[in-house]
């Protein structure tokens, strides 16, 4: 597209939107609305950019020094380990969500006895709040009295307890986020089937389209808006994961919220790291919901 068409195209929706009265009122009744997000939402967003270019603390606002707060927190280890330990908790988590998320709605949309009373108990995991859900894996991950632990080891499985050891306990942690979030993303994938018409199914069989392809040709790809809906749902959570890490592993956990947290506010000694990592938290969230959103389709999968 040519510069004069696309000021002539912009031209028209200026002119489309602020031309009619009826529009243009519209547009001031929700002004309001909208400088009250851009306060409470963008104004801390912007201030924490600017904090973390400067050498800040607590009880003052420090002096410029650019890009050296990202440099240094790249090069501190615990960044490096929050960063390392969110990204497999992340990728791994929703990974697996999806796939047994995806199998129990596949599973409850079929016509049994009972299937209300089944949607409803599946929820439940979910209905615990995530402290609640961590402190009580927690107990059963304990060496002395934890039954996981005590299985594990009399199997052999493992010889050492879990969570004296951080890759045993990111591990754990994997686990306990999937029993409490698959059922969220199962009611998704639910909902998503549900809109399937039957009609489509029954053409297919008519056809002579057996399981397999009525899944891999019909099911998945009029699933796809909603499966990138959930997936992008459960990549950010996961990716800000923060009272799962905190409460289970008695802080010893580390992920890229926990250590925000601990730079701002336990310690405060790295009050300007803490600031870039929030940052680079919020910069890298929002990547990922371009790239859902635009690298994967999701946009036109909304839109037809």
Known sequence: MSVSAEKKRRGGFFKREFGDPERRTAYYMVMPAVL???????????????????????VQTGPFVGAANYVEMFQNPDFLEGLTNTAIFTVVSVTLEFLIGLGIALAINQAFK????????????WAFPTVISAVMWRLMFQDQVGVINYVVN??????????SDRVLLLIAAIGVDVWKTTPF???????????????????????GANILQRFFRITLPL?????????????????????????????????????????????????AQGNAASVFIF????????????????QTSTEE
């Not at 299937?115 to 108990?121: F, H, P």
């Not at 910069?283 to 389709?297: E, K, M, P």
């Open 283 to 298: 910069v890298t969230s929002f990547l990922l919901a371009l790239f859902f959103i635009y690298g994967l389709g999701m």
């Open 36 to 58: 009250i997000i851009f306060i409470v939402a963008f104004f801390p967003i912007m201030y924490a950019m600017v904090l973390s270019l400067t050498d800040s603390t607590v």
């Open 114 to 125: 009972g299937r209300g009373l089944v949607r409803a108990a599946i929820l439940v995991p």
């Open 223 to 271: 699933l796809k808006g909603t499966i990138l809906v959930a997936v992008l749902f459960r990549t950010l959570d996961s990716y800000r994961i923060f009272d799962l890490f905190w409460a289970m592993s008695n802080r010893e956990l580390e992920s890229l919220s926990t250590f925000v947290y601990k730079s701002v506010r336990v310690s405060q000694l790295l009050f």
């Open 185 to 207: 993303m199962a009611l998704l994938l639910l909902a998503g089937l549900q809109t399937i018409s039957a009609d489509v199914y029954e053409a297919a069989r008519v056809d």
């Open 154 to 163: 009399t199997l052999g499985i493992i010889s050492q307890p879990i969570l």
